[in-house]
T-cell receptor
């Protein structure tokens, strides 16, 4: 059974820092890995999707990498801003349409 | 932009009531999903549907049923609401048309309280 882990559960940093968020998964047989952002009391917003054949994806200040063989992904946030404060979740898609989610990492960027 | 709309942001119901949560998407997506999100447990899949009138159980289907009579609408039904079904419920949709590697798009959620 696929398990997705995000450590740490929470992170507080000063504005301007470059950040690395970690995600690990137990079964490397995946179609893709997705990173989402969730603001308090809201739904999830898709940030990046990395297909299993890809190594990384970039969108603005965000860069996500995937090492399928070791079961790891990282989300890199450059020059963090207070507006980046949110919970970040990663999820993997295996042999069906279903996603398996990590429990998320709550990020606070202090001005 | 994909729009996934959940009919209520907040809902308060009583134990034993039959509760309907509605979700509508406007992008002609084939796949629709219902999750619940609880502190410390994360998101868990309740049911999903990959076509009209088709449904599959997720990880925690007990106490729930679903209905998909039209492609754009996916309803979650709590047959007899219980206090342990108090939670945040999230609906999502995705397309199959361009292959399996498509992101899921989420609604804003319904925070359901069962008293």
């Amino acid at each position: 059974k696929q398990e997705v882990t995000q450590i740490p559960a929470a992170l507080s940093v000063p504005e301007g820092e470059n950040l690395v968020l970690n995600c690990s998964f137990t079964d490397s047989a995946i179609y893709n890995l997705q990173w989402f952002r969730q603001d308090p009391g809201k739904g999830l917003t898709s940030l990046l999707l990395i297909q299993s054949s890809q190594r990384e994806q970039t969108s603005g200040r965000l860069n996500a990498s995937l090492d399928k063989s070791s079961g790891r992904s990282t989300l890199y946030i450059a020059a963090s801003q207070p507006g980046d404060s949110a919970t970040y979740l990663c999820a993997v898609q295996g042999g069906s349409e279903k996603l398996v989610f990590g429990k998320g990492m709550k990020l606070t960027v202090n001005p | 932009d994909v729009k996934v709309t959940q009919s209520s942001r907040y809902l308060v119901k009583r134990t034993g009531e039959k509760v309907f949560l509605e979700c509508v998407q406007d992008m002609d997506h084939e796949n629709m999903f219902w999750y619940r999100q609880d502190p410390g447990l994360g998101l868990r899949l309740i049911y999903f549907s990959y076509d009209v009138k088709m449904k599959e159980k997720g990880d925690i289907p007990e106490g729930y049923s679903v209905s998909r009579e039209k492609k754009e609408r996916f309803s979650l039904i709590l047959e007899s609401a219980s206090t342990n079904q108090t939670s945040m419920y999230l609906c999502a949709s995705s397309t199959q048309r361009t292959g399996n590697n498509q992101p899921q798009h989420f609604g804003d959620g319904t925070r359901l309280s069962i008293l």
